[in-house]
């Protein structure tokens, strides 16, 4: 193992002995094997999800047992010949883990991310719109950590199809959208591993509905309160001399900005909570 046995000679060199050279060691290894063994074809394979599933078990097991090292890394070199010739290296650009399950984000998920914004540039992305990206999708990938503990049903294909066609929208034309999805790895809006993303997206989407929306109540109070202390005042700002509307005629557009704003500081409050808890490791700067 010259990989290995070098990086034990650097951190001896380094001054790093016991636990600490240890757990400086496998973070090492980990950055190093899952840069070498997370793939991706031309479309994700099962056979390449598979490779980040045991990758990530077996490095959640280094992390907890350096003498799964070894181990790790020879399983790791088993699965190389069975993916070889069909998949394509993708670099691992951060991973997300509470301590039972790790999520990777990989540089192809932030262009992924990406390529459904609208006007944002994809060859090359730029520097920062690839950090905002991460910062998208590692909020993203907590949201799924916390929805496993709550199983819900997987989003229908009626549910899909819905949440494309309104992606379609946001774009001047279809073949737009498509030029941007080809130029990331998928063939088309009908490419399975595009429904996937969008399937995945959904399924957070309606966690976040069910963990936050669903519970909030407006009162009687409130709203009123900010009809008189909102809505009015900067209607007379933006429209003087027109009638107002009466607060029954606003009552549900006023509920609705009540619920969105209660349900952002809710989902603010989270991640802050969360991301103490959870662990986000930077394996490669973008």
Known sequence: MPFYNALCWQDTENGLVGAQSRDHLIRKLFKHFVNRFNYRSQGLTKAALDIRIEIMRFMEGAKRNGSLILGAVLVLTALLPSARGQIVVDKTVATVSDGLRTELITLSDLKWELALQRGVPISPPSSNDLKAALATLTDQRIFSLDADRIPRPEPTEREIEAEIKRLLGVFP?????????????????????????????LAIEKYIDFRFRSFVVNTPEEVSRHYNENFVPEFRRRFPGVLMPTLEEKRNDIEQELTE??????????LDDAKRRVQVVILNEV
């Open 173 to 201: 034309t279809t073949a737009e959208f498509e030029r941007r999805l080809r130029a990331v790895g998928f063939n088309s809006v009908r490419d399975d591993n595009f429904e996937a993303l969008i399937s995945k997206r």
């Open 261 to 270: 704003d209660k349900v952002q500081l809710s989902i603010e409050a989270f």
